[in-house]
């Protein structure tokens, strides 16, 4: 595997790990707030949430840093 391949699979799981944490906490916050299941219930929309979006990280990085290119006008 090439190093630029390898640094987007590595950056794809701790782009995954940094916002899919964030995000599920603000979801599972906003839907029930901090009551005595709260850590139960984050963890779980954590575990169905990560290895769906590490994918779509993967996948779409790409896509966004091209599309951001053309509409910045600027080389890709």
């Known amino acids: 595997m090439s190093p630029q391949k390898k640094?987007?699979?590595v950056f794809s799981f701790v782009m995954g790990l940094m916002m899919i944490s964030?995000?599920?906490f603000?979801?599972?916050v906003v839907n029930m707030g901090f009551g005595p299941e709260f850590f139960a219930r984050w963890g779980r929309a954590f575990?169905?949430?990560y290895p769906v979006g590490v994918p779509v990280i993967y996948f779409l990085a790409p896509v966004a840093r091209k599309?951001?290119?053309r509409l910045l006008g600027m080389p890709a």
């Open 7 to 9: 640094f987007h699979l």
């Open 22 to 24: 964030l995000m599920t």
């Open 26 to 28: 603000v979801i599972t």
């Open 47 to 49: 575990l169905v949430a």
């Open 67 to 69: 599309l951001t290119s």
